[in-house]
């Protein structure tokens, strides 16, 4: 019997139901001392006894005392042990099972009896045995092993997904002598999961099929556009002709019909066109190309395009252009098509006689919005989100009293939406609606593209700091994609504890917050950053598939963005917030026969934080590399007669400044192989104007300004 056992025993009087009994150890204490006071005689030996006696009474009181509790404690964590549900058991080094709980026996189905002495690895089959042998070797080493799935094989032979846990033991000595190890039967997760895993599969397959029937849709279309225009055109053009009698007379009747066949070839060539661009934008083809412009000589182009309908229903239109949005950069066709689209519509639902308005005002700094107001049937609330819907008409039927395709509207949000602003509408039934979109002042070139760039987005070598709390990894690749090609440094949180912590001790220049996070809400996340004094009134931008901006009335957010959103709309909410890319104020050098080009270059460059230096003549921008500091050559490969693109870059790499300079090619041109050799040994990177745009250019900026502050900028001999 050890002492711990003696104790135990000997302390059972003293203890009851895990309360001490006082009068026992009162007796116990009268024990010890009794003789000593019986035969007390006074002296200092007596009183040294008395309080040796006293220490010893204590020290044997609380000997028993702690002997019985932690006997009593070992009991409630064997009972414990013993009726858990979980599979738990104990064994030595070698792997021998020296105990096997109730759980175990559920578990597995075998019986303490049949298990313990049994090797571990029994619980497996053979396949898995050293598996289990280097877990045990682990514990051996004093590690522990935390949920390792496998497979467990029960008494019956047949099997079932676990999760094993494996502790050290260790005695008094802290010497390693067995391992404790705890299963758990996993087996209906990994089912589910397994039957979610196909079902997603299931899904991402069924989803690239849509995509490539949606691809092939799009071609269909775009090809039979093209070729149904050019007949229609024909059809159009001759039908003109006779009706006016350019090619001989004709009858009241025949000038009727000929009227007919006009009015029908404009229609369905109107719906060819709308069915053209519909399949462009689906097909990620649009494009757009902005350049300086004035608003009122545009929307005057537009008004007398319509004019005969306006005069034919005695309409009249009230117009009014503010000074502020005069000038703007924009891409002057699609900004025609779209106020075409919202006039037409306006004059379609204004009785004769009726007034329609056209405004032109700022937004902000940064936008500008144009409205076309009408005084016509108003829309219904609950009609009103059918109106941007392709093909879909407010009065459906053969019997409709306004003739329409039902794709105006929606090419047009589609146009606006893909510049990165927005549309909307108010109405009142029986007054009349109020059409507008909200527009960049200065817009940039924007090209859609159904493949991926081959060369790797660069990150942002230096810029704001921008707070990214998104859970999704794909969201987070492209957000960080998008905000570092924007010159933007990205600091990543996956969660909302992670994005706390960063927020506490970190100033940033704005945040980007999903609010489906995997442990909290989003608005918890936020409020939490608000009262973090380093980011109190730091922009914050929620982007989230819920729309719950109800809620988000109660926070002070700098906008509030649904999931998908565009990259634009994300740059032009931090644009509105003040929070802008940065491009280190490096000195590009854009050589381009096309002024348009050159215009367009100098904006999107200047608006990253670049400075410009423009030249149409080659030999003047050589002269002007000659005698600046340029930190990177935008150019074109077709400059017209003075010299070709390929003769400029010759002459520049003999300039001492720029014989290591960044090249980026910018063309419209067909490159065939040779020519894209002969590049290798001048040029840095090659972009084509109707791939990528402008866009492409400053993805390829960043990208060498990151190689040379990495020391990775290639030497030319």
């Known amino acids: 019997m050890n002492i711990s056992s003696f104790l135990y025993r000997l302390g059972q009087p003293v203890i009851e139901n895990g309360v001490p009994r006082r009068a026992t150890i009162a007796a116990l204490y009268a024990v010890i001392l009794l003789p000593t006071l019986l035969f007390a005689t006074p002296s200092l030996t007596y009183t040294l006894v008395i309080a040796l006696q006293c220490i010893l009474a204590h020290l044997i009181v609380k000997g028993l005392l702690g002997a019985k509790q932690a006997e009593s404690n070992r009991a409630q964590l064997a009972a414990i042990v013993e009726f858990s549900d979980d599979a738990i058991l104990s064994m030595t080094l070698d792997g021998?099972?020296?105990?096997?709980?109730?759980?175990?026996?559920?578990?597995?189905?075998?019986?303490?009896?049949?298990?313990?002495?049994?090797?571990?690895?029994?619980?497996?089959?053979?396949?898995?045995?050293?598996?289990?042998?280097?877990?045990?070797?682990?514990?051996?080493?004093?590690?522990?092993?935390?949920?390792?799935?496998?497979?467990?094989?029960?008494?019956?032979?047949?099997?079932?997904?676990?999760?094993l846990s494996l502790s050290p033991l260790r005695d008094a000595s802290e010497t390693v002598t067995g391992a404790s190890a705890i299963s758990r039967d996993i087996t209906e997760r990994k089912r589910l999961e397994t039957e979610l895993q196909a079902k997603n599969d299931t899904l991402e397959e069924q989803y690239l099929t849509v995509q490539e029937a949606n691809r092939l849709k799009s071609e269909f279309l775009a090809n039979m556009s093209h070729e149904l225009r050019t007949p229609l055109n024909g059809i159009i053009g001759f039908a003109q002709l006779m009706r006016d009698g350019k090619i001989g007379a004709v009858s009241t009747e025949h000038e009727e019909y000929l009227g007919d066949i006009l009015a029908s070839g404009r229609h369905l060539l109107e719906l060819i066109n709308d069915v053209l661009d519909l399949a462009k934008v689906e097909s990620g083809k649009i494009q757009f190309n902005p350049a300086p412009a004035e608003l009122s000589p545009m929307v005057h182009q537009v008004c007398q395009i319509l004019q005969s309908l306006v005069a034919g229903r005695r309409q009249s239109i009230d117009l009014k252009v503010s000074p502020d949005v005069e000038h703007v950069v924009v891409d002057s066709a699609r900004f025609k098509q779209i106020l075409y689209n919202y006039l037409s519509n306006a004059i379609k639902f204004t009785p004769d006689g009726g007034?329609?308005?056209?405004?032109?005002?700022?937004?902000?700094?940064?936008?500008?919005?144009?409205?076309?107001?009408?005084?016509?049937?108003?829309?219904?609330?609950?009609?009103?989100?059918?109106?941007?819907?392709?093909?879909?008409?407010?009065?459906?039927?053969?019997?409709?009293?306004?003739?329409?395709?039902?794709?105006?509207?929606?090419?047009?949000?589609?146009?606006?939406?893909?510049?990165?602003?927005?549309?909307?509408?108010?109405?009142?039934?029986?007054?009349?609606?109020?059409?507008?979109?909200?527009?960049?002042?200065?817009?940039?070139?924007?090209?859609?593209?159904?493949?991926?760039?081959?060369?790797?987005?660069?990150?942002?070598?230096?810029?704001?700091?921008?707070?990214?709390?998104?859970?999704?990894?794909?969201?987070?690749?492209?957000?960080?994609?998008?905000?570092?090609?924007?010159?933007?440094?990205?600091?990543?949180?996956?969660?909302?504890?992670?994005?706390?912590?960063?927020?506490?001790?970190?100033?940033?220049?704005?945040?980007?917050?999903?609010?489906?996070?995997?442990?909290?809400?989003?608005?918890?996340?936020?409020?939490?950053?608000?009262?973090?004094?380093?980011?109190?009134?730091?922009?914050?931008?929620?982007?989230?598939?819920?729309?719950?901006?109800?809620?988000?009335?109660?926070?002070?957010?700098?906008?509030?963005?649904?999931?998908?959103?565009?990259?634009?709309?994300?740059?032009?909410?931090?644009?509105?917030?003040?929070?802008?890319?940065?491009?280190?104020?490096?000195?590009?050098?854009?050589?381009?026969?096309?002024?348009?080009?050159?215009?367009?270059?100098?904006?999107?460059?200047?608006?990253?934080?670049?400075?410009?230096?423009?030249?149409?003549?080659?030999?003047?921008?050589?002269?002007?590399?000659?005698?600046?500091?340029?930190?990177?050559?935008?150019?074109?490969?077709l400059l017209g007669n003075e010299m070709d693109g390929h003769d400029f870059l010759e002459r520049l790499r003999k300039l001492a400044s720029c014989k290591n300079t960044p090249v980026?090619?910018?063309?419209?041109?067909?490159?065939?192989?040779?020519?894209?050799?002969?590049?290798?040994?001048?040029?840095?990177?090659?972009?084509?104007?109707?791939?990528?745009?402008?866009?492409?250019?400053?993805?390829?900026?960043r990208y060498h300004a990151r190689r040379r502050a990495d020391g990775r900028a290639s030497e030319r001999p």
């Open 355 to 637: 007034t329609i308005s056209i405004r032109a005002m700022a937004e902000d700094p940064e936008f500008f919005r144009i409205e076309v107001e009408d005084t016509g049937i108003g829309i219904p609330p609950e009609r009103i989100g059918e109106l941007f819907v392709e093909f879909k008409q407010l009065e459906p039927g053969l019997s409709k009293r306004h003739q329409g395709t039902g794709l105006g509207l929606a090419l047009t949000k589609k146009f606006i939406e893909a510049q990165g602003g927005r549309v909307g509408v108010r109405s009142v039934v029986g007054q009349g609606s109020v059409f507008f979109a909200v527009l960049p002042r200065s817009a940039t070139s924007v090209v859609q593209q159904a493949h991926r760039e081959t060369v790797p987005a660069a990150g942002a070598l230096e810029g704001p700091r921008i707070l990214v709390v998104e859970d999704n990894e794909k969201d987070l690749e492209w957000l960080n994609r998008t905000l570092s090609t924007a010159g933007y440094l990205v600091d990543a949180a996956a969660s909302g504890a992670e994005a706390i912590a960063k927020a506490q001790r970190t100033p940033y220049a704005a945040v980007l917050l999903d609010l489906i996070l995997p442990d909290t809400l989003g608005w918890d996340v936020l409020h939490q950053i608000r009262q973090a004094k380093t980011n109190e009134n730091t922009p914050v931008i929620v982007a989230t598939v819920v729309s719950e901006k109800a809620a988000a009335k109660n926070f002070a957010l700098q906008d509030y963005l649904i999931k998908p959103y565009s990259a634009a709309a994300l740059l032009t909410s931090l644009r509105r917030a003040g929070v802008i890319g940065s491009g280190g104020g490096k000195k590009i050098l854009v050589v381009d026969t096309d002024p348009q080009m050159l215009q367009l270059a100098a904006a999107a460059l200047e608006s990253s934080g670049y400075q410009t230096s423009c030249h149409s003549s080659a030999a003047k921008a050589l002269a002007a590399a000659a005698n600046m500091e340029i930190s990177a050559v935008v150019v074109d490969l």
């Open 664 to 701: 980026i090619i910018w063309t419209a041109k067909h490159l065939t192989t040779e020519e894209r050799q002969k590049l290798n040994s001048s040029a840095d990177s090659i972009t084509f104007k109707s791939q990528g745009g402008i866009d492409a250019v400053l993805r390829e900026l």
């Open 96 to 163: 021998k099972i020296v105990t096997w709980n109730r759980g175990a026996e559920k578990f597995y189905g075998y019986s303490a009896s049949d298990m313990v002495g049994r090797p571990f690895t029994a619980l497996v089959d053979s396949a898995r045995s050293a598996e289990l042998e280097r877990l045990l070797a682990k514990a051996s080493r004093g590690e522990a092993v935390i949920r390792h799935e496998t497979i467990g094989v029960r008494k019956d032979a047949s099997t079932l997904n676990i999760t």
